[in-house]
């Protein structure tokens, strides 16, 4: 099977031209002006960007949370994602406490397998880590799992003490891995959690009103610090405000091998989505919180001078109907997350290249090149080149839409709200192609659940 894509603007993180791109399979074969090729298909890209399909580094299919389960899961999710552009995303497996970290790779593997509609690879998310369960981590990266994720939050479920975190930061640094930190001072917020219940502060404002800054940016600071002391390198995931974004600028300026990534809520969204009295403000219960809109700009900023370099989704879905209302006494007990794996492309081109925030090849640097690099996927993903995985979206930056769960152009996830609802964008994928076939064209699906495969991923590949 052959597809040409002809008359494409081809952007990548550096590169800006017109050319045709041809695909043999599943790989890009030959690239350049006029190609005098015979394809099965030829697809005319005139007018329209030709890019690399997105890299999600951090979405949660199928995951129990919170008294309930995430509500896409690697079907609804996967094809969720394809519509929206993104062709490649990283989940987050979970070792059960007490249990091997293989086994909870093997309970992903059963939940994705014969159900992604796009390729995949996981994190482990590690709950704990005794000394003699650290030859584990070996087995995991030889197994194409390179990177960890630990919760400084949620005491008693996913959280980790300091102790576990060093000696699982210093396996994975021996091992030539990447940690991913969510950073926030969990043991205080807590404390907070109960002031604020006690005085009978239950609306799901108080989730971010029990959640301060100041206890991301300790998180931030104190993670670094151990990953320094144990020699591995860290990312923090979804950085939400300015007072973190300081601690990565500062151990990024000292030389600490630092990275980090945010997210489209809260470069989109602020604290005055928790206004309305009833419980609408629970769609927006996700940790860390909204913030003040103030610190928008700091954080495109970040983006923009590379202190961030990525920006993820942290797609969480949960219904607000049958799901958000399990906190409808107690916003503790709200499960955490909100969708977005369908809309981030459309976010982040309409607020960074449209809004004169982002060049173009910036733009592809953030939504695929660079959680390319980073997670070891980087050239078969993550950029258009002889070699690479036909993973390329048709791209039409005039087209608008107005995402809304009622506009089937912008929503196939399967939750019943829209974080983004009524948000204006200008730029929408159009055709998606990964390895080398049509996934997505007219808004239809054309994918099949298992088409997706799963990613073995590399080692981290050091600063770039
Ligand atoms: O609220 C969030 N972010 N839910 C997903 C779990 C996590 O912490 O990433
Ligand atoms: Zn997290
Ligand atoms: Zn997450």
């Known amino acids: 099977m052959s597809l040409l894509i002809r008359n494409g603007r081809v952007i990548t993180a550096v590169d800006d031209y017109h050319a045709d791109i041809f695909v043999e399979d599943e790989t890009v074969t030959l690239i350049g002006r006029d ?16 890019i690399p399909g997105g890299v999600d580094p951090h979405t949660h299919m199928d995951m129990p949370f919170g008294g ?3 509500a896409d899961d690697f079907e609804t999710g996967t094809r ?32 994705a ?60 640094g021996e091992d030539g891995t990447l940690v991913c930190m969510h950073a926030e001072n969990g043991i205080v917020i807590d404390e907070i959690v109960k002031i604020a219940l006690a005085e009978g502060k239950t609306s799901p404002k108080y989730h971010a009103l029990t959640r301060p800054t100041r206890m991301e940016a300790e998180g931030v600071h104190r993670s670094i610090a151990i990953a320094e002391v144990a020699g591995v390198p860290v990312y923090i995931v979804h950085l939400s405000c300015a007072d973190a974004l300081e601690q990565v600028t500062l151990a ?24 309305h009295e009833d419980f609408e403000g629970a769609k927006y219960v996700m940790t860390p919180p909204l913030r003040e809109k103030w610190n928008q700009d700091h954080l495109w900023r970040g983006l923009g001078f590379g202190d961030l370099q990525s920006i993820s989704t942290d797609h969480c879905p949960f219904c607000f109907h049958d799901q958000k209302v399990l906190g409808i006494d107690d916003f503790s007990k709200i499960p955490n997350g909100a969708p977005g794996v369908e809309n981030r492309m459309s976010l982040v081109y309409n ?64 939750v019943d ?46 600063p770039f």
């Open 35 to 50: 190609l005098d090729v015979e394809a099965d298909r030829t697809i005319d890209a005139a007018g329209r960007l030709v």
């Open 68 to 70: 309930t389960t995430s």
């Open 80 to 111: 969720a994602a394809a519509f929206g552009g993104t062709t490649t995303i990283v989940d987050f497996a979970i070792q059960t406490k007490g249990h091997s970290t293989l086994e909870g790779l093997e309970t992903w593997h059963e939940k």
């Open 113 to 172: 397998a014969g159900k992604a509609g796009i390729d995949y690879g996981f994190h482990m998310i590690v709950t704990d880590m005794e000394d003699d369960r650290l030859w584990e981590m070996r087995r995991l990266a030889d197994e194409g799992v390179t990177s960890y994720k630990m919760f400084m939050a949620y005491p008693g479920v996913l959280y980790v003490d300091d102790g576990t975190l060093f000696r699982a930061m210093r396996k994975a």
């Open 252 to 275: 990024r300026a000292r030389g600490a091998q630092v990275f980090a990534e945010t997210c489209p809520q809260y470069l989109f969204l602020d604290l005055s989505r928790y206004d």
């Open 351 to 414: 607020g960074g290249v449209v809004g004169g925030r982002l060049s173009v090849n910036k733009f592809v640097e953030l939504t695929a090149t660079a959680a390319a690099k980073l997670f070891g996927l980087f050239p078969k993903k993550g950029t258009i080149a002889v070699g690479s995985d036909a993973d390329i979206v048709v791209f039409n930056p005039d087209r608008r839409e107005t995402i809304s769960a009622n506009n089937p152009h912008t929503h196939h996830m399967r």
């Open 417 to 462: 709200y829209n974080t983004y609802e009524g948000t204006e964008v200008q730029g929408v994928s159009e055709i998606v192609i990964s390895r080398g076939r049509v996934v997505v064209e007219d808004n239809i699906w054309h994918g099949r659940a298992g088409g997706g495969n799963f990613l073995k991923r590399g080692l981290f590949g050091g």
